[in-house]
């Protein structure tokens, strides 16, 4: 199982952008799925979660202006982010706390916890 992260770039103040994150592999069920982020110099924050019933909580930063949601038959957990500001700037990281998959080597089923993906940089600059 990997989680593959994309859609971040250099956008201007006030600007949007969407990150993707995508889980493969034979997936059964993946629990709470969420955004973290890391700015220079600062330790990894949580963004915003979303449970498989689509509960959500967000990092009081962000509001208002960030929006989680998830496609459960795609694996998939997005992040719509607007009116972004300089203090947005960071590694955006996703997450997944729990995932239970199939084995593509052994064939048996497994419940893995933590799992993180590569991280894609977000710059919001003028």
């Known amino acids: 199982v990997q989680l593959q992260a994309s859609g971040g770039g250099l956008v201007q103040p006030g600007g949007s952008l969407r990150l993707s994150c995508a889980a493969s592999?034979?997936?059964?069920?993946?629990?709470?799925m969420g955004w973290y982020r890391q700015a220079p110099g600062a330790q990894r924050e949580l963004v915003a979660g979303?449970?498989?019933?689509?509960?959500?909580n967000y990092a009081d930063s962000v509001k208002d202006r960030f929006t989680i949601s998830r496609d459960n038959a795609k694996n998939s957990v997005y992040l719509q982010m607007d009116s972004l500001t300089p203090e947005d700037t960071a590694v955006y990281y996703c997450?997944?706390?729990?995932?239970?998959?199939?084995?593509?080597?052994?064939?048996?089923?497994?419940?893995?916890?933590?799992?993180w993906g590569q991280g894609t940089l977000v710059t919001v600059s003028s």
């Open positions: 979303i449970t498989s019933g689509g509960s959500t």
């Open positions: 592999g034979t997936i059964f069920s993946i629990n709470t």
């Open positions: 997450n997944a706390d729990q995932i239970t998959y199939r084995s593509n080597r052994t064939n048996r089923i497994f419940t893995g916890y933590d799992w």
